[in-house]
T-cell receptor, first 110, second 114 residues
Framework: GQNIDQPTEMTATEGAIVQINCTYQTSGFNGLFWYQQHAGEAPTFLSY????GLEEKGRFSSFLSRSKGYSYLLLKELQMKDSASYLCALRGAAGNKLTFGGGTRVLVKP | EAQVTQNPRYLITVTGKKLTVTCSQNMNHEYMSWYRQDPGLGLRQIYYSMNVEVTDKGDVPEGYKVSRKEKRNFPLILESPSPNQTSLYFCASSSGSGSIYEQYFGPGTRLTVT
């Protein structure tokens, strides 16, 4: 089985940096996704990590350590529109099932 | 425009009345999946399909059926809905020769079972 932990909520100031952690225990691993979901909307893809290390995409970066069962999503130069939930998801060993964490709600304040 | 569509977007029904939520994608994706999202429980996978006529259970398949007769369509069937199936449902699809890469989500279907 798989178990994924994320903080429930975080608050940060516009222009600042926020790091959202995701820790997991799994019997098989084939990659880790990060999705953004605004209230009442569908999730949208942010990043996918399968190897250890940092993936950077503009203001967003995602890091993975497979040996530690740990990932984080780094949001830089926060904007008000970044207020949303951020979902960590594991791709299982068979490569077909996807298990989501409960999500972290980020509130950006002026 | 590349998209995943779901219908209906909102549905209120009564216990036991069979219903189908349709999902269609126009990106020729092989992989399609259904999720439900509930407060405090996050997104949970119901069923997924690797290709036409190939479907498999996710984490919460009880009370649901799916079919994949065509590549573009993946309907979700509730044969006898119950109040605990009140939820927000998302369909998603992705390419990658049968593997999951970037998933595109539909807009969601909010279902209420009374």
């Amino acid at each position: 089985g798989q178990n994924i932990d994320q903080p429930t909520e975080m608050t940060a100031t516009e222009g600042a940096i926020v790091q959202i952690n995701c820790t997991y225990q799994t019997s098989g691993f084939n990659g880790l996704f990060w999705y953004q979901q605004h209230a009442g909307e569908a999730p949208t893809f942010l990043s996918y990590n399968v190897l250890d290390g940092l993936e950077e995409k503009g203001r967003f970066s995602s890091f993975l350590s497979r040996s530690k069962g740990y990932s984080y999503l780094l949001l830089k130069e926060l904007q008000m529109k970044d207020s949303a939930s951020y979902l960590c998801a594991l791709r299982g060993a068979a490569g077909n099932k996807l298990t989501f964490g409960g999500g972290t709600r980020v509130l950006v304040k002026p | 425009e590349a998209q995943v569509t779901q219908n209906p977007r909102y549905l209120i029904t009564v216990t036991g009345k069979k219903l189908t939520v349709t999902c269609s994608q126009n990106m020729n994706h092989e992989y399609m999946s259904w999720y439900r999202q509930d407060p405090g429980l996050g997104l949970r996978q119901i069923y997924y399909s690797m290709n036409v006529e190939v479907t498999d259970k996710g984490d919460v398949p009880e009370g649901y059926k799916v079919s994949r007769k065509e590549k573009r369509n993946f309907p979700l069937i509730l044969e006898s809905p119950s109040p605990n199936q009140t939820s927000l449902y998302f369909c998603a699809s992705s390419s990658g020769s049968g593997s999951i890469y970037e998933q595109y989500f539909g807009p969601g279907t909010r279902l209420t079972v009374t």
